[in-house]
């Protein structure tokens, strides 16, 4: 899941930084996520994330659910 957020945040070009203020979460967040140190995130912070990102939270596993 982590690397796969890394992915969809880069290519809509945005920093951790940039992400984590869209979603409302810090930018240690975003980082401990990417890097797979918070394995278990709250599912509500996953749908910030991927509101932020402007997919559907499953894309957040998986190549499916991105909004083109």
Request: charged content about 25%.
């Amino acid at each position: 899941m982590g690397n796969r957020i890394s992915e969809l945040r880069k290519q809509a070009l945005l920093t951790q930084g940039e992400l984590a203020a869209r979603a409302g979460v810090s930018r240690a967040t975003i980082n401990n996520i990417e890097t797979g140190r918070h394995p278990n995130s709250k599912i509500s912070t996953l749908r910030k994330i991927a509101d932020a990102l402007s997919v559907q939270p499953n894309a957040l596993f998986d190549d499916e659910g991105a909004l083109s």
